[in-house]
């Protein structure tokens, strides 16, 4: 079953100087009617107050929202609800599946969360060793050493890294050593080279040391029973190198969770063909299945969604087999089901709904298939389908992980110029931010007068964060602050 609350058609709207952007707007004025869990708001008259703002209210716009009673002139409606960033977040994330740990290879486990609690089984160093290149000796024998009164010890061996022979000395002699070489039973301490005389046969010690130094005891750094990688621990070079160092070459890991990407519109083309009058390439599903993959999921791409409804159905079904997440970008019908709606019809409960956020009000989410694999569908303008992303998809993504950070850390930023942002909406600019000669940041949205799709995207790519305007803020002074949120990769 799918749920339509809300939906209006999309209207091109500038808000901040220079730019365009495209985005559904209730009313056309860039006003949400009601953002709340109250299902419904009563419109009296031709004006309602929502929030700070006084909205004028045409009854044409409203068309089979209310009705006018002649003897009185008056119009009541009932206006849709609209949900707030939080709101819709909320959802997903609390449907977000949690995925059963699998033990991969220790190199395809780089990046993941190790779900398992590893206890070595092995002491590190597994012998007594050199920490670096010099003279092993008895540390009895180095007392009262000076470089003015040296210490004389005969050398009787020499020792490198690698497999060897047990050996040993006695008072007065001296083992030359490399860095990891085992240390002859009996010394206790290595001699570092530049604080001997270097020599061959006898070699003269100009400093005491105390029993240890420079010494690697057996177990000194992991011993038999200790833990090696915790329960949870994001997992990178140095645990990779720890886990081989205890014999490990599989681990149990939180896996990569499976994100099948699909884009609807007839206007779409494949990349490999030239677009004709009305026809753009399919952009998103490349960019969204990269941007999952960024995030830590293992993406497919499934390209354009077919036009026929029973071909279309089986491809979500053959989908649902294999994903955790479904993600649907596309420009869907705000009036009845368009074909997307009603394949998802089919196959499970999904709800459409404005939420309270620029560009891309009109988002959907719920269960398909028998097993309730989420579906998210987000709009198929490229610019609004990666802020979706970020907002959306990719914090869902980071907890399927196990990962405790699921939100891009922001800072706060000097706007470099003006800014503009409709009532009630929280709005995401992309934009250039840069370190300030004088300290903090400085921001600025990118493009110029350009609209439209290829312009979106190039805007998109020139940018290096979103700009985060919240939904009372309607204006920001130029040296206002504001909360930018940078896009780094694998960040």
């Known amino acids: 079953m799918v749920t339509v609350v809300g939906m209006t058609e999309d209207k091109p709207r500038g808000w901040f100087r220079g730019t365009r952007e495209t985005t559904a707007l209730d009313l056309g004025t860039g006003t949400p009617a009601a953002v709340g869990p109250q299902p419904t708001q009563a ?204 014999g490990r070459d599989r681990v149990l890991v939180h896996p990569r969770p499976r994100i099948a990407v699909l884009c609807a519109g007839d206007e779409l083309v494949d990349v490999g063909t030239t677009p004709g009058p009305g026809q753009v390439v399919d952009v998103n599903s490349y960019a969204l299945a990269a941007a999952a993959r960024d995030a830590g999921a293992d993406a497919y791409r499934s390209g354009i969604v077919p036009r026929d409804r029973r071909k279309l159905v089986e491809l979500l079904e053959s989908q649902l087999l294999r994903s955790d997440v479904v993600l649907i970008a596309g420009t869907f019908a705000g009036g009845g089901f368009d074909l997307v709606q009603e394949a998802l019809a089919q196959l499970g409960e999904v709800t459409f709904a404005q939420v309270a956020m620029h560009p891309g009000a009109i988002q959907a989410f719920g269960r398909l298939g028998r097993d309730g694999v989420p579906v998210i569908c987000i709009p198929g303008e490229p610019a609004a389908a990666l802020v979706a992303f970020e907002v959306f998809v990719r914090p869902a993504i980071r907890l399927m992980l196990g990962k405790r950070q699921l939100f891009r850390r922001t800072v706060q930023a000097v706007s470099a110029q003006q800014l503009l942002s409709p009532l009630g909406y929280r709005q995401y600019l992309h934009g250039q931010v840069m370190r300030h000669p004088d300290g903090g940041y400085v921001v600025e949205p990118v493009g110029g007068g350009e609209s439209g799709h290829d312009a979106a995207l190039a805007r998109t790519a020139r940018s290096n964060c979103l700009v985060v305007i919240d939904e009372d803020v309607t204006e920001v002074a130029p040296g206002g602050l504001v909360t930018v949120m940078p896009m780094l990769l694998g960040g």
């Not at 690698?162 to 002699?173: D, H, K, R, V, W």
């Open 43 to 246: 419109i009296t008259g031709t004006r309602t107050v929502t929030g700070h703002a006084t909205v004028q209210v045409d009854r044409d716009e409203l068309p089979g929202l209310g009705r006018t009673d002649p003897a009185t002139d008056s119009f009541e409606a009932a206006v849709p609800v609209v949900r707030t960033v939080e709101q819709h977040l909320d959802l997903i994330l609390a449907a977000a599946p949690t995925p059963d740990p699998i033990e991969l290879a220790v190199l395809d486990a780089q990046g993941l969360l190790c779900a398992e609690h590893v206890v070595s089984s092995r002491d590190l160093p597994g012998f007594e060793q050199a920490a670096l290149d010099g003279y092993a000796a008895r540390s009895v024998d180095t007392i009262g050493a000076t470089p003015e009164d040296p210490v004389g010890l005969a050398v009787v061996g020499e020792s490198v890294a690698g497999p060897s022979e047990q050996s040993a000395i006695g008072p007065g002699l001296a083992h030359r050593v490399a860095a990891g070489a085992m240390l002859p039973v009996g010394a206790d301490v290595v001699v570092p080279t530049v604080w001997t005389d270097g020599g061959a046969a006898h070699v003269g010690v100009h400093a005491e040391l105390a029993p240890g130094t420079y010494v690697r005891h057996t177990g000194d750094d992991v011993a038999v029973g200790d833990t090696a990688v915790a329960l949870n621990s994001p997992i990178g070079p140095a645990q990779i190198s720890l886990l081989a160092a205890v």
